[in-house]
T-cell receptor
Framework: DQQVKQNSPSLSVQEGRISILNCDYT??????FLWYKKYPAEGPTFLIS?????DKNEDGRFTVFLNKSAKHLSLHIVPSQPGDSAVYFC?????????????FGKGTTLSVSS | SAVISQKPSRDICQRGTSLTIQCQVD?????MFWYRQQPGQSLTLIAT?????????ESGFVIDKFPISRPNLTFSTLTVSNMSPEDSSIYLC?????????FGPGTRLTVT
């Protein structure tokens, strides 16, 4: 059973507009969430994270929102740029399982057109 | 942050053979992991590479098929044994440094 779900396999956005990528999780023990970005032929690279004690974290054009009651998080990219076109993975970890690997969703492919 | 390199970056192998993938981290890390990403799928954890002891495998993965070594805190290998076309995938080495995980560029394996 998937503990981290990204239900939209793809998203297309025009340059300059907002991109919103969504992620749901089922394990209430998850307390730290991360977004990774992956270009073809490269490994995933860390983008932004959020701890469960927060509901928002912002870094430049990227903002992650966490709704613990809904077990939902989202990544907002504003404004979107063609270079943002990539696969975005949502990941989660459980502090009680310190040292264990992150659990990943299936990813959402973002395409930003100019 | 940790910088991770993998060798080879890609390979095409015949069924029944084995391939060993090497992973080198530029700093000492406590945790190292191996993931697989099949087309259209998520990053699936194969195992945790434990330094100086046997790896810890996830459900569906066994040591005979995916033997792993981790002789020190910066290096690990994953062997894909007795390969079949179903093993065609991208294999990713990962290292965890506190709360963040870093990934190598991946090894794209095609089994014919």
């Amino acid at each position: 059973d998937q503990q981290v779900k990204q239900n939209s396999p793809s998203l297309s956005v025009q340059e300059g507009r907002i991109s919103i990528l969504n992620c749901d999780y089922t394990n209430s023990m998850f307390d730290y969430f991360l977004w990774y970005k992956k270009y073809p032929a490269e490994g995933p690279t860390f983008l932004i994270s959020i701890s469960s004690i927060k509901d928002k974290n912002e870094d430049g054009r990227f903002t992650v929102f966490l709704n613990k009651s809904a077990k939902h998080l989202s990544l907002h990219i504003v404004p979107s740029q063609p270079g943002d076109s990539a696969v975005y993975f949502c990941a989660a970890s459980d502090a009680n399982q310190a040292g264990t690997a992150l659990i990943f969703g299936k990813g959402t492919t973002l395409s930003v057109s100019s | 942050s940790a910088v991770i390199s993998q060798k080879p970056s890609r390979d095409i192998c015949q069924r029944g053979t084995s391939l060993t993938i090497q992973c080198q981290v530029d700093s000492q890390v406590t945790m190292m992991f191996w993931y697989r990403q099949q087309p259209g799928q998520s990053l699936t954890l194969i195992a945790t590479a434990n330094q100086g002891s046997e790896a810890t495998y996830e459900s569906g993965f066994v040591i005979d098929k995916f033997p792993i070594s981790r002789p020190n805190l910066t290096f690990s290998t994953l062997t894909v044994s007795n390969m079949s076309p179903e093993d065609s995938s991208i294999y990713l080495c990962s290292a965890r440094d506190n709360e963040k995980q870093y990934f190598g560029p991946g090894t794209r394996l095609t089994v014919t």
